[in-house]
C-alpha cells in the first residue's frame, strides 16, 4: 500500500485555504454586482429614512394657505419664508434663547459627564466600602422622589437658581440612571489588573483615574455626554418653572410660548378684527419651522459621537 505525500508546499497551502464546505464557497462566490446590489438596496432604505426631514423642511418654506389647500408634498406650488420670518421677527428673543440654550447644552453636559464619571468610578471598584451604601443612596432616588412642590422651593428658595442661566442646566446635570450605567461600563471594560499595575507603579487615585480610566472609558462617557446634551436642549419644564426674566428664556419654552400666542390668536380671530391680520400668521408651517429650528443641531453632533459608539462595540474584544 503505497502513500501519496504532496511535496509542493504551495499546492499544499492552496488546498488548506479552499473552502471545505458549501457555505464557505457561497460566500466567497459574492460577486462585485452582488454588493452593488446589497449596496443600492442599502442606499434606497437610507433615503426613505430621510424622507420625513425632507417633508418637514419643504413643508416650513410652503405657503400657510399652499399647504392647508394641497397638504404636505415633496414639492410645494408655492414657496414662502414667512415661518422663519415670524420665527426670528420677534427681535432678539429668539437668537438671545438660542444662545441661552447653547450655553446651557454645552455646560450642562460637561457637569453630567465630570459628576456621573467621578461617581460611578469608586462604585465600581470592590475595594471601595461605602460602594454599596451609594449604590442604594443613587439607586433609591430613582424609585422615589420628593414631589414637584419640594424640587420647586428647593432650587427657588435654598438653591436660588431662578431667573439665571444655572436654572436651565443645574437640576438636570446629575443623572442616577447613568451612574449605574457608567458603573457596569466601569466594571465591564476597565480590568482590576491594569488599576493594581498602575498602583504597584506608583500612580495616585487622580492619576490612575485621568490616566488610565477615563482613556478606556471614552465611549461610555460619550454616550452619557450624547443623551446629556439631547435632554437638556429640549428640557422646556426648568424655564416654566424658575424662570421668569425674558432674557433667560431657552429655545423650546420660546418656541413653545409663541406657538400657544399663535393659537390664542387663531382661536380668537373673530374678536380680533382690525387689530391683528390673522391670515398672515402661519400655524402649520411655523410648527414645521420649529421642528427644523430645534432638531438642526443635535442632527449635527449624532455624527461627532458615532464613533465612540463603533469603538464602544469592540472594547474588551480579543485583538491578534
Known sequence: MSVTVESNPRQMQRKASSPKTKAERDVLAVTPSTNLTLNLILGFFSILTLIPFYVIFISSITSEASLAANGYRLWPEA?????????FSQGSIVMTAYKNTII??????????????????P?????????SFFTFFAFFTML??????SYYMVTRQVLLLQNSLWALFLPSAFSPFWVIVMRTFYKMNVPSEIIEAARIDGAGEWRTFLQIVVPLSVPGLATVALFSAIGIWNNFFNCLLLVDDAQYYSLQFTIYT?????RFLLENADKMQGLVNVSELPSQTFRMAMAVVTIGPIILAYPFFQRY???????????G
Do not use: C, E, H, Q
Open 79 to 87: 414657496f414662502s419664508g414667512m415661518a422663519y420670518r415670524f420665527l
Open 258 to 262: 409663541t406657538l400657544n400666542n399663535i
Open 104 to 121: 446651557s447644552t454645552v455646560a450642562g453636559t460637561a457637569l453630567s459627564v465630570v459628576m456621573v464619571g467621578l461617581y460611578a468610578y
Open 144 to 149: 422615589f422622589s420628593g414631589g414637584l412642590v
Open 309 to 319: 459608539f463603533i469603538k464602544g462595540l469592540t472594547v474588551g474584544a480579543i485583538k
Open 123 to 131: 462604585l465600581s471598584r470592590d475595594n471601595f466600602k461605602f460602594g
